[in-house]
Structure formats: structure tokens, C-alpha cells
Nanobody, 114 residues
Framework: QVQLVESGGGLVQPGGSLRLSCAASGSIFSPSVMGWYRQAPGKQRELVALISSGVTNYADSVKGRFTISRGNAGNTVYLQMTSLKPEDTAVYYC?????????WGQGTQVTVSS
């Protein structure tokens, strides 16, 4: 059973930066795809960014501000968030696909407010 543990959320002022981390454990294999999703109050969960074999994909709303990357071991994924806006406020979830199974982390709160 793969477990995903996120860290790095918190409260930040508009224009600030945060770095989210997610570590996968429980498998000798590395996920083929890792990514970040977010869910704001009253809204559906949405894709933020994905990375697979070095190829990245971003939601239009975060392009140029967020950067997704993976650790050398392949079982960690990071989301560097800059120029944060109040509309980025949400619970951010780590996602991993391994052997065609979809795994989710417990979520980490990001709040952008002055």
C-alpha cells in the first residue's frame, strides 16, 4: 500500500512563496506520474500540476508561477509556488499513479491572505 505524506503548507501573504513536498512510501517502485491537485471551499478538486518522465503539465492559472519537480529517488515530488494570490487558497493534495492505481495524500492547507 502506497502512502503519500505532504508537508509545507501554511499561511502566506499575497505575493509570497511556499514550497510543498510529498513523499511516497510503501513500494519498491517509483510512481509513473506524480502531481498536485487543490480544492477550495465549495469548489471541485482541480489539477494544479503533473510530472511524468520529466514532462510537466500545469493549470493555466498557475503557469509561470508554480514549478513542479521530482526528487532524484523518484518517490518525492515538490511544488514551488511563487507570486501567490488569494485565489490560490485551498487544500493541496499530492497524487501518485503506480501500477495503474491512483493514490492520494491527506492534503495540506495553503492560505494566502494579508
Amino acid at each position: 500500500q502506497v502512502q503519500l505524506v505532504e508537508s509545507g503548507g501554511g499561511l502566506v501573504q499575497p505575493g509570497g512563496s511556499l514550497r510543498l513536498s510529498c513523499a511516497a512510501s510503501g513500494s519498491i517502485f517509483s510512481p509513473s506520474v506524480m502531481g498536485w491537485y487543490r480544492q477550495a471551499p465549495g469548489k471541485q478538486r482541480e489539477l494544479v500540476a503533473l510530472i511524468s518522465s520529466g514532462v510537466t503539465n500545469y493549470a493555466d492559472s498557475v503557469k509561470g508561477r508554480f514549478t513542479i519537480s521530482r526528487g532524484n529517488a523518484g518517490n518525492t515530488v515538490y511544488l514551488q509556488m511563487t507570486s501567490l494570490k488569494p485565489e490560490d487558497t485551498a487544500v493541496y493534495y499530492c497524487n501518485a499513479i503506480l501500477m495503474q492505481f491512483n493514490y492520494w495524500g491527506q492534503g495540506t492547507q495553503v492560505t494566502v491572505s494579508s
